[in-house]
């Protein structure tokens, strides 16, 4: 039978209207630095292999890499890589059954962010 009421029902949310929640979020950043590291780890391992290869590549190779372009994915990866291990920390501790109100969820998911900036910044001037 033909629903004739369809134009009087509500649409569904989409990302314009609706807002994902800082829980979501971080679960898709996590995934993405996820991607980010292996996609680091082959720039890495290039390097390596552009050393056996010869002088010439490997010289073509670290140019590339310690380019201003290069320098800004080697810091996107090293965020990558600390976003990504306390987020790995929190979800351990997720694994136990502890901290999972919603309140705490939210304030450790900023704790994570911020920890992610500082370490990589600390990471930058140490080094």
Known sequence: MADVNRGNRPLSPHLQIYRLPLAAISSILNR???VGMTLAAVLIIWWFAAGAFGAG???FVD???TSIL???V???SLAAL???MLNSIRHLIW???RMMGV???EKTTYVVFAGTVILTLLTIIII
């Open 32 to 34: 993405i630095t996820g």
């Open 57 to 59: 590549y490997f010289d």
């Open 63 to 65: 140019g590339l890499l």
């Open 70 to 72: 290069g320098h800004l």
């Open 74 to 76: 080697l810091i996107g």
């Open 82 to 84: 600390w976003y990504h």
């Open 95 to 97: 694994d136990t059954g």
């Open 103 to 105: 309140e705490i969820v």
